[in-house]
């Protein structure tokens, strides 16, 4: 019966080379049939910026695809229907995917597997995603690790659990009859009336093929310094690999295999214990399904958040006046990125220095990262919030201005993405407001005209921050 398809769902795992669920599915020997479906009403479904990655990582995807025989099938729907539909519709056999690790995510694909087999549809899934299962990973006493380091001691002395990557694959068959597919431009992906992404393309060039060089240039000339640079907001000896990992353009197993063959162990270390951070982050999601949404620390749903919705705008603008802050939001808005360390900064200053709920931050995260991972982005607020597992104390409140003089010395990182302030002196370019009038005078600055006024005073923010934890403690 081989002339009866498979079908292979792509979700997260837009790529041809180490995809379990494609590989398998081309070794039963029958045609394949790709599919990709959107579903709007999918929890958590792709904000705006991922979208523009998305449409772009499709379209490399589907040309991929057509290179070795087989077509990708594009359907736009309740994604649970659409696929009984195809099935149906194909008279296939088999239907594979990728496992995913969101509560929500996984009802839908016990929902579809349930369905399936009952209609005699075999299912089968693998693990495309991550080195390690979640459950692969137990502490001594047989539950989750909630702290990172025993848990990358665990995952590094197990390795992953596969050798090595799945070869790129060169001859997919396809079934006679194609079934319809949707149009990817009626999607609608790529903004117009305003292009807010006009210069993303300048910064990214997604699809699998540029995802394995933009590693291999990284193996090649910044991955000696990751351990020493990575937080220097002006250098970026950073991989940049993130949005090729939220789409699964590439995968860890990929990453971790280059890298171990391309550096020493000592080198490497740094790195991938990075990308452990991506593994230790599903691993919170899987077993804290809410994570998103609600606090890991439950005390913190009682802390004083304060909702101002000028202070949240004038974040999300990049206009708070602190330089770094700005620079990074607003690094955010031009790129669809933003450099770890920025991250970090910034989300400090909104949870912490403007009390605003992390949530908030969260979900313009979520909409303006061409690399938004919903297990990435929710634990490392939380982190940053202090309400995460292993997270940063919440008495560490970074400071923008010496944040900003540690990790962007020169100024160069704020000259670049805020260039009102670019011919300020380095002295004065994180605390402007500190400069002498002439220096603002000579670089065309006028504080509360071409560039704001702090909207708060740190050291302030930093005291009525703290009275509202010891509030929470308190209780
Ligand atoms: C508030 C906040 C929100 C974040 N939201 C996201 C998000 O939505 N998506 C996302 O991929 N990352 C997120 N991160 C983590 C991190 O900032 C990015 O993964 C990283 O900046 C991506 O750049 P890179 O690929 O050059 O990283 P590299 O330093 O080159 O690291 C390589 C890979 O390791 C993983 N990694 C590195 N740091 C972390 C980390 N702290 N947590 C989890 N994985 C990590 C990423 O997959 C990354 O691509 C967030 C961090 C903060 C502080």
Not at 318 to 346: K, S
Not at 372 to 401: H, S
Request: charged residues 25%; aromatic residues 12%.
């Amino acid at each position: 019966m081989n002339y009866r398809p498979v079908i292979v769902w792509f979700r997260n795992d837009l790529r041809i080379e180490d995809n379990p669920a494609l590989f398998y599915a081309r070794e039963t020997g029958a045609p394949v049939i790709a599919v990709y479906i959107l579903d709007d009403r999918l929890a958590w479904a792709p904000g705006a910026a991922s979208r523009w990655q998305l449409h772009h990582s499709l379209k490399s995807l589907a040309q991929d695809l057509e290179s070795t025989g087989t077509k990708l099938i594009l359907r736009r729907s309740d994604s649970q229907k659409a696929i009984l539909a195809l099935a149906e519709e194909t008279g296939a056999r088999g239907v594979f995917f990728n496992r995913r690790y969101y509560g929500k995510h996984i009802a839908i694909d016990d929902a579809v597997t349930a369905e399936l087999e009952g209609a005699g549809v075999k299912v089968e899934t693998f693990n495309g995603l991550l080195l390690r299962e979640p459950w692969e990973l137990k502490t001594g006493a047989g539950g989750p690790y909630r702290v990172f380091t025993p848990f990358w001691r665990s995952l590094r002395a197990m390795g992953p659990a596969r050798q090595s990557p799945l070869p790129r694959l060169r001859r997919i068959k396809g079934p006679k009859r194609f079934p319809k597919s949707d149009r990817l431009e009626d999607w609608a992906f790529l903004p117009e009336k305003p292009d807010w992404a006009k210069e993303f393309a300048d910064v990214w060039r997604p699809g699998e093929n540029s995802a394995r060089k933009r590693l291999n240039a990284f193996l090649q000339e910044s991955i000696a310094n990751y351990a020493d640079e990575r937080d220097r907001l002006d250098k970026e000896h950073v991989s940049r690999l993130s949005p090729c990992l939220a789409l699964g353009v590439i995968g860890p197993l990929q990453i971790w295999s280059a890298v171990r063959k391309a550096v020493s162990e000592a080198q490497a270390e740094k790195f991938l214990s990075e990308v452990a951070w991506r593994e230790f982050c599903y691993n919170l999601l899987y077993y804290n399904p809410d994570l998103p949404e609600a606090p890991l620390r439950k005390e913190f749903a009682d802390y004083p958040w304060r909702n101002d919705r000028k202070e949240l705008t004038a974040w999300r603008k990049g206009l708070t006046g602190y330089p770094v802050v700005d620079a990074g939001m607003r690094q955010l808005w031009r790129t669809g990125w933003m450099h770890n360390r920025a991250r970090m900064i910034a989300a400090s200053f909104l949870v912490k220095d403007l009390q605003i709920p992390w949530q908030q931050g969260k979900a313009w995260f979520w909409d303006t990262l061409v690399d938004a991972d919903l297990a990435n982005n929710a634990a490392n607020w939380q982190w940053v919030a202090g309400c995460g597992a292993d997270a940063a104390p919440y008495f560490r409140i970074f400071n923008p201005i010496a944040q900003g003089e540690k990790f962007d010395p020169e100024g160069d990182y704020v000259r670049q993405f805020v260039p009102e302030l670019a011919d300020l002196p380095a002295k004065f370019i994180h605390a402007p407001w500190t400069a002498p009038k002439a220096a603002l005078e000579n670089a065309g600055v006028t504080l509360g005209k071409s560039y704001p006024f702090p909207i708060i005073n740190h050291k302030e923010a930093r005291q009525r921050a703290l009275a509202g934890y010891a509030e929470i403690k308190r209780v």
